[in-house]
């Protein structure tokens, strides 16, 4: 199982960026898929979620209305559109792939990608 996040930079203040996570060796379109990151010196924290299908979204306070989260089942890939990034969105961004199947999890991550923003 591979999870690759790709589009991470520095980047000013008020910038927009993508990020990419391309999956491979899993049924991507039955994962729910979870964007977090972690800053330097804090605990890793949700950023948003999309559920399997694509039909439901959920984003933490910090980043409504200004990151949105989406997923191309066809290409195995979700995505994470930054828009007004601020300097406090600095940190590494890592994909996540989860699945509960009876008694079972399933989850997985990738590396990481660094994001910067600089004000």
């Known amino acids: 199982v591979q999870l690759v996040e790709s589009g991470g930079g520095l980047m000013q203040a008020g910038d927009s960026l993508r990020l990419s996570c391309a999956a491979s060796g899993i049924t991507f379109p039955i994962y729910a898929m979870t964007w977090y990151r972690q800053a330097p010196g804090k605990q890793r924290e949700l950023v948003a979620t999309?559920?399997?299908?694509?039909?439901?979204?959920t984003y933490a306070d910090s980043v409504k209305g200004r990151f949105t989260i989406s997923r191309d089942n066809a290409k195995n890939t979700m995505y994470l559109q930054m828009n007004s990034l601020k300097p406090e969105d600095t940190a590494v961004y890592y994909c996540?792939?989860?699945?509960?199947?009876?008694?079972?999890?399933?989850?997985?991550w990738g590396q990481g990608t660094q994001v910067t923003v600089s004000s």
């Open positions: 996540n792939a989860k699945r509960q199947f009876l008694s079972a999890n399933f989850e997985y």
């Open positions: 999309i559920t399997s299908g694509g039909g439901s979204t």
